[in-house]
T-cell receptor, first 113, second 113 residues
């Protein structure tokens, strides 16, 4: 399977704990995006990488969130001191160039108890 | 700020009953309009990209059209397997280099046999 891969698929954590998600994009894609989606809503943009450079971060991305893409390959999204409001589906997507479609993974569903 | 509004929020059809979904958008300069299909618990699956007013794309029972203010997704003789949430997103021409897609909330389509 050469699609976007996300791990884990599900994560349940207690409030205040740190969590980290991983995304492996399609290998020839140099653009990588993180989105968050809650029930009944469309995906909301969090951050965007071109190769290893993080070029844009949403105002939604508080200080507790950090994303990295070392060497321009896989990416990680870390949430520190999780809150119940962080419960959502975290989606990763990649694309080849500007104007080309984003291809999404199946997401990591985070539940904060 | 770029905005995408989809209507209706939910649509129930009988198998074979054709209909259309609407996506209206406000964007400073449109680089592309994207349609996605999303099944429960999965990431969005790319369907179409439209780049300029008057453009049309077709795939099986789906046809997407674009004007300067809105896009339509026409579903001809739908089948139960077409049941899903259909998401519309826009990518703006941004001198700052932003490549993100801005999504609507989606239309949840249910096709009854």
């Amino acid at each position: 399977d050469t699609g976007v891969s996300q791990n884990p698929r599900h994560k349940i954590t207690k409030r205040g704990q740190n969590v980290t998600f991983r995304c492996d994009p399609i290998s020839e894609h140099n653009r990588l995006y993180w989105y968050r989606q809650t029930l009944g809503q469309g995906p909301e943009f969090l951050t965007y990488f071109q190769n290893e450079a993080q070029l844009e971060k949403s105002r939604l991305l508080s200080d507790r969130f950090s994303a990295e893409r070392p060497k321009g390959s896989f990416s990680t999204l870390e949430i520190q001191r999780t809150e119940q409001g962080d419960s959502a589906m975290y989606l990763c997507a990649s694309s080849y160039s500007g104007g080309s479609p984003l291809h999404f993974g199946n997401g990591t569903r985070l539940t904060v108890t | 700020e770029d905005q995408v509004t989809q209507s209706p929020e939910a649509l129930r059809l009988q198998e074979g009953e054709s209909s259309s979904l609407n996506c209206s958008y406000t964007v400073s300069g449109l680089r592309g309009l994207f349609w996605y299909r999303q099944d429960p618990g999965k990431g969005p699956e790319f369907l179409f990209t439209l780049y300029s007013a008057g453009e049309e794309k077709e795939k099986e029972r789906l046809k997407a059209t674009l004007t300067k203010k809105e896009s339509f997704l026409h579903i001809t003789a739908p089948k139960p397997e077409d049941s899903a949430t259909y998401l519309c997103a826009v990518q703006a021409v941004d001198q700052g280099g932003s490549e993100k897609l801005v999504f609507g909330k989606g239309t949840k389509l249910t096709v009854n046999p």
